[in-house]
């Protein structure tokens, strides 16, 4: 018996032993799947600081140069590029017009998609057909929308032009003029991309809690209190994403600037896009080119480091 018993201990503390031999540890283990994921994600990593970081680099760099190849300039001007440049009044129009650019097109854009959200979330009959409708505009290509309202607004013939003598009203050159071009741009813009919103409130609609929308209706709540004290607190941090990504989208935005105004007339409509294109590729000053971009860049750095707080803010809280 106490063979057997001698057998049976020593055998069991055997497995034990081997047991623990066989466990790894957990720091080993951590930094084996580390490395992993760093070995897998490192053709991506290599991929983005060629495409993206040297690129940003060499803008950087330049930003401090004088590079004019017409004239064979290629001088280091440190600072003083940039005092020059807040000091001339083309920075101070491109900034107001960017500016301005970017906040009426993302404001109108979100009310004119929220009024068709709102329309079309109701049933009625045909109601996927108006839904398709809607978003065809934002499924062309900005080129095409863009050639389509140049004629439309073109002063000798088109259609508008057209339409306003026949009704009386003077022919308005609107691309061609300061005081209309950059709006006549907007108008487009909002036609084309309030489909974007109409979309995301519509998946935000569907998302509300029925039984607080029946709640609501209980205690006897209208349309208008149930909506900004329901839905648009169910809905909020969808907008917050929708409002920074429609931003920088608009802020970015360059064909439908570029094929419609290029920018004029006398440099009216310039955005840091334009302004990019025509310093770097027309001008060729590089220098300033790469001034304009190094901004425009520190811009597009504050809204994308608003747009990660708000999606990390919605998936802690969804």
Request: hydrophobic fraction near 55%.
């Amino acid at each position: 018996m106490s063979n057997f018993s001698t057998a049976f201990f020593s055998r069991f503390s055997g497995k034990r032993l081997l047991l623990r031999r066989r466990k790894p540890r957990s720091w080993r283990n951590n930094f084996r799947n580390a490395m992993l994921g760093y070995f897998l994600i490192s053709p991506v990593v290599i991929l983005i600081v060629a495409l993206l970081g040297y690129p940003l680099f060499k803008t950087l760099q330049q930003s401090f140069y004088d590079v004019r190849p017409a004239v064979q300039a290629n001088e280091f001007i440190g600072l003083r590029g940039f005092t020059e440049l807040f000091a001339d009044p083309l920075f101070a129009t491109v900034l107001s017009n960017s500016l301005l650019w970017t906040v009426l097109v993302v404001f109108f854009q979100f009310l004119l998609g929220l009024a068709a959200a709102l329309v079309l979330n109701a049933k009625f009959h045909g109601r996927w057909f108006f839904r398709i409708l809607m978003v065809m505009p934002w499924a062309l290509p900005g080129i095409v929308v863009a050639l389509m309202w140049r004629l439309i607004l073109n002063p000798d013939f088109g259609s508008l032009q057209i339409f306003t003598t026949f009704i009386g009203l003077p022919i308005t050159d609107y691309l061609g003029q300061s005081s209309t071009a950059l709006i006549s741009i907007v108008f487009v813009a909002v036609w084309k991309g309030f489909a974007f919103w109409m979309l995301i409130i519509l998946a935000a609609l569907q998302g509300v809690p029925k039984d607080q929308i029946e709640a609501a209706e209980v205690d006897g709540a209208g349309p208008i209190r149930t909506f900004f004290n329901i839905y648009i607190p169910n809905m909020i941090s969808v907008l917050r994403i929708g409002f920074i990504l429609t931003a920088i989208w608009t802020f970015n935005y360059f064909e439908l600037v570029f094929v419609m105004t290029a920018g004029g007339p006398a440099g009216a409509s310039h955005t840091f896009p334009t302004i990019i294109y025509e310093q770097a590729f027309r001008r060729l000053d590089f220098g300033l080119a790469s001034r304009f971009a190094f901004i425009s860049i520190l811009i597009m750095l504050v809204l994308s480091i608003f747009l990660i707080r708000e999606v990390r803010r919605a998936n802690k809280h969804g």
